[in-house]
């Protein structure tokens, strides 16, 4: 029998309609380019984006045409989100940190009919362009008094587009499952790959941020994303925030210590996101200068595993809950969140940490399942670990232009490349990528989880493990450590805290010490980079096994 429920899709264009009528006031406050902090409302905000809808049409791009965006987080970008997926158009966010062979072949991939970009990324894209073979022009987004020369073809300024426009524009109706934005995965093995998200998934993954256990996100907060609109949509934040109105600040391209806590401390932030590299810039300025954090209630820290010396400080020194949060791109991106259950909330905070290193648990609309080499079920008893496999409504079934061909099971699970354990409760623990995991006697040893541990030593800044070729054990762990200005910490005392913390024969091998890890375009350890460097390296334990 079929339901006698409206069939109303579920599209963008909404959630901005909402909060200009229901949050009229609440507002949008961004550091700029130009330099000044701009600040208007949600009402704005949807004008403007109807004003881009009708520029777009005029400019002749159509229902599934891709529009594509080299920008910092910060109010133009939000109108272009709203007016280009509102429109029916899908919008391609590129992340500006890939080299530009990258970003051409991504454009040229997503055959791009214009590209928005910040003027930070006009020299950027002036190098690419002449690769480029289906962008038609370049909107700056800035207004004609900052326009300057460019070689781009066809450059046109964002403000003088929008001033010939009216706002007046009513969002089309279409099936919620058309494709309303396109992000490309980094890519560490082989050619970035697109994720295509659907009007139908935005929406359903928005109203998962706002629930409580999720990350609460409401009315009454306001929220920092951090965390770029490049990457997987602020993780979904620029779509959730006008869904419940909550006041968002975005920081445009200063992502040091003191400029975030300027506008954390000025715009009274109450929630803020982002990856721990930008935490531990905050952490560094503020305990510098001795600041405080009064009106921050929680940070979600995630694309990378948070710390516990890092939960530790957010929650001890300045009062503020960490919500741990793991995702990918592939799924919108939220899978788990580390909301505390009421039980695990009244534990002392040292037990309560056990469960806040954790990757958060299991969100509604999400499933999960760990399975072991040959795809049989692991326990879910947060010791077993294996192969993590999602299945959802806002996670892929395919990267764009089938790359990578069938990337789902035969009952619809989604690999995720990453190995965890769960347990009876939801939680979930990433202990390794596949790929990254140390194979040592056949048993498998997590070099997440040795890297955590060697960050809380108070020399270290930023340490990696990899699996180095091992005569007798096939790989053991090296620990590649950046120490902290000024430090001259040795193996023998980074061996000596890290023993008894984890198991014996988990224990690296060597360490070493670099002036850099390399990074990835999104800010996680290049561990095929690392691979690369110490090809070759010999263990001290190597000779005694021959
Ligand atoms: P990229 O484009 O860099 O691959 P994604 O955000 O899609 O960006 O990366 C997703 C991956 O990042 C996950 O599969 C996982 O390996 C890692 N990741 C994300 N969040 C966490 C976390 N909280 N702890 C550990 N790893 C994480």
Redesign the pocket.
Known sequence: MRALMQDKPLLISSLIDFAAQYHSDSEIVSRTVEGPIHRYTYVEAQARSKRLANALQRLGVELGDRVATLAWNGYRHLEIYYGVSGMGAVLHTI?PRLFPDQIAYIANHAEDKYIFTDLTFVPLLEKVAPSLTTVKGYVIMTDEAHMHETTLPNALCYETLLAAESDDYDWPQFDEMTASSL??????TGN?KG?LYAHRSTVLHSFAVCMQDVLGLSSRDTVLPVVPMF??NAWGLAYAAPMCGAKLVMPGAAMDGESIYQLVDEEKVTMSAGVPTVWLMLLAHMQEHGKKLPHMDRTV??????PQSMIETFERDYDVTVI????????S?LG?TGVMKSKFAELPFDEQLEYKVK??RVVYGVELKIIDDDGNDLPHDGVAFGH?MVRGPWITNGYFKGEGGEVLDADGWFD???VATLDGEGYMQ?T??SKDVIKSGGEWISS?DLENLAVGHPDVAEAAVIGIAHPKWDERPLLVIVRNPGSDVTKDAILQYMEGKIAKWWMPDDVTFVDEIPH?????IQKISLREQFAGYKLPTADAAE
């Open positions: 992340n992000c490309y995965t980094s890519g560490t970035p994720v990457h997987a820290i995630g694309g990378s595993a948070a741990h949060a793991w995702g990918m791109t592939e799924m991106p788990t990757q958060g993590l995720t490349g990453d990433i390794d990528r997440i990835t375009a999104t800010g996680k």
